[in-house]
């Protein structure tokens, strides 16, 4: 079992930045593919971005690519989403997800396990 918690989220101004975090329980995150996918209103959830278990690879969403960096401190069990020079459409709720398969995919699909969300507001 793995509980994931975000945090970090919140109101900014476009051009602004946060940065997201994700701590995770259990003993095996350092062995797991992490995930950062976001949910705007009325849409469906959409990738973001996701990082191998070593945070050697990673691959972002077109639209954020660029802008966003993924990262994670095994040590602390904790993986990050630094995002700069935000704009209003990345206004969403934003999770972090598990894949203790290590399909290292885009698909919500493949990831078992989900945080609550942290909202981010980013405002013109």
């Known amino acids: 079992q793995v509980q994931l918690v975000e945090s970090g989220g919140g109101l900014v101004q476009a051009g602004g930045s946060l940065r997201l975090s994700c701590a995770a329980s259990?003993?095996?995150?350092?062995?797991?593919?992490m995930g950062w996918f976001r949910q705007a209103p009325g849409k469906g959830r959409e990738f973001v971005a996701r990082?191998?278990?070593?945070?050697?690879?990673?691959a972002y969403a077109d639209s954020v690519k660029g802008r966003f960096t993924i990262s994670r401190d095994n040590a602390k069990n904790t993986v990050y989403l630094q995002m700069n020079s935000l704009k209003p459409e990345d206004t969403a709720v934003y999770y972090c997800a598990a894949d203790t398969n290590n399909f290292y995919s885009s698909r919500s699909g493949d990831y078992e396990y989900w945080g609550q969300g942290t909202q981010v507001t980013v405002s013109s």
């Open positions: 990082l191998s278990w070593s945070g050697s690879t990673t």
């Open positions: 259990g003993r095996s995150f350092s062995r797991y593919v």
